[in-house]
């Protein structure tokens, strides 16, 4: 039996604990930087597995390295476990939270992590029998959802010594990532400061906070004008007084600013600044910038996506049972029309040109569909990005939710919590597992996956947009 059949045999002697893990991660959701119960979890797992544990990587007490192994080449397998705040939900076809207000795994991380930790652990398992070199680490990454949790891991040097990283994420669709790439973003938060004053008294004598604000939105809406059409910028005023009849001494605006290429960010990113001293001056107040995260756009590596795509053919994709097919047809129908067409549309964009919609399959997509062979941008942005200008990256996505399923939604929280999640899950522990041992078999594929990494990078270096002494928030 070669390494690739002994990791699958392992995952579905598996299969039980895995799949009561994810579950047990979805019934205690945790938000960013708070996933102590997650971590723990997973992290216990592999601890008795043989794995040794580093913990507080980046500064982040729940964030923790486990490796197994001795010699080259090391392989990392990256993992996420945050869940998202107001997406409580329970395994329904109608909206019916579990605690009202509370966190859900509306992106599906609670499989993420899980799939990503047997993936490592079937590697393991597979160079254990055989007594083969080789070091495979499992990264326990916090925070993705603000974009904290690899950012600061990435700034702190975590992934320098790798020869590659493979990632996944829970998806619609079966496919790897061969070309395109997200958006890089920086996320910072502009606080003013002025002076307190009755305003219908005195408010002559008051310089509002509030005023700073609003003055810099709108110095913003004019640079929308003049920056490049695939760069994005929002933002909300998280602060802005207590009651009218007081000007404010102190308001916050906090900004996205997104583009396809980090270069990119960082000149939108100057003008943003100038705007808010320009606002300040306008407001008589004073500002400062408190820089939350940025991270980079994805660097794709065909070479790995190429392998990622071949192991997920060689396993064959889901096998879905009828209750599947019946509970996501009953998600897709709480699914406005408008949402599911869009959904299909950007679906067959991320897709190769031969690929229809019948390929995608019935609700739910049980087989391997082509990637696209275009430089597709996805419009969010991931800081996996980060990790793959530092090492050789493979993406990839299994479907573990029914197509036309908003993303951040409760009907995605429902769909990987049931079995569809699951069972995509396997999928992506399979698929993973395999091509971590082809890259640890076949050296041949880790060269030229180094070799595209660096001409594709040319001479540029990974410079962490964090600043070294910044905590995480």
């Not at 991660?25 to 938000?31: A, D, T």
């Not at 004073?286 to 053919?313: A, P, S, W």
């Amino acid at each position: 039996m070669d390494h690739k059949q002994l990791a699958l045999k392992h995952l579905e002697q598996a299969r039980p604990l895995l799949d009561e893990t994810a579950l047990d991660i979805w019934r205690h959701p945790e938000i960013a930087l708070t996933e102590k119960y997650a971590s723990t979890k997973l992290a216990e797992i592999l601890e008795e597995d043989g794995f040794r544990i580093e913990w507080g990587i980046g500064g982040m007490p729940t964030a923790f390295i486990a490796t197994w192994g001795a010699g080259g080449p090391t392989i990392g397998i990256l993992g996420e476990y945050d869940a998202l705040p107001g997406l409580s939900q329970n395994v329904t076809a109608t909206r019916s939270p579990i605690q009202t207000g509370g966190a859900g795994h509306g992106c599906g991380h609670n499989l993420f992590g899980t799939a990503s930790m047997g993936a490592a652990m079937a590697v393991k398992s597979a160079l254990q029998v055989t007594s083969s070199p080789g070091t495979v680490r499992f990264y326990g990454c916090p925070a993705e959802e603000t974009l904290v949790g690899k950012t600061f891991m990435a700034r702190d040097r975590a992934f320098d010594d790798l020869d590659a990283a493979l990632a996944w994420h829970p998806s619609n669709v079966n496919t790897a990532a061969i070309t395109g790439s997200s958006l890089a973003m920086n996320s910072f938060k502009v606080n003013f400061h002025g002076i307190a004053a009755h305003a219908g008294a005195v408010p002559h004598l008051g310089r509002s906070a509030l005023d700073g604000c609003m003055l810099m939105d709108v110095g913003v809406n004019y640079l929308r004008e003049h920056i490049i059409p695939e760069a994005r910028i929002h933002s909300v005023i998280t602060s802005g007084g207590q009651a009218p009849n007081i000007v404010p001494a102190y308001a916050q605006i906090w900004y996205f600013v997104r583009a396809p290429k980090r270069h990119q960010v960082e000149d939108i990113y100057k003008r943003v600044l100038d705007i808010a001293h320009g606002a300040a001056l306008m407001s008589g107040t004073t500002h400062d910038i408190e820089f939350v995260t940025g991270c980079y756009d994805v660097l794709t590596n065909r070479t790995l996506g190429e392998l990622l795509q071949e192991n997920m053919k060689a396993i064959g994709g889901i096998a879905f049972d009828p209750q599947d097919y019946e509970f996501g047809r009953q998600l897709r129908a709480t699914v406005s029309a408008e949402m599911v067409a869009t959904s299909d549309k950007m679906t067959l964009e991320s897709a190769a040109a031969h690929v229809t919609l019948a390929d995608l399959g019935d609700v739910l997509c049980h087989a391997v569909i082509d990637p696209s062979d275009k430089d597709v941008v996805m419009p969010g942005s991931t800081e996996v990005g980060d990790v793959s200008h530092i090492v050789p990256t493979g993406n990839m996505v299994t479907a573990c939710f029914p197509h036309g399923t908003p993303g951040h939604s409760w009907q995605l929280t429902a769909a990987v919590g049931s079995s569809i999640g699951t069972k995509g899950m396997m999928f992506a522990a399979q698929s993973l597992a395999t091509t971590a041992l082809d890259l640890i078999d076949q050296p041949e594929q880790l060269a030229r996956a180094k070799a595209e990494f660096v001409a594709a990078k040319g001479s540029r270096t990974y410079v962490s947009p964090i600043a070294a002494g910044a905590k995480p928030s």
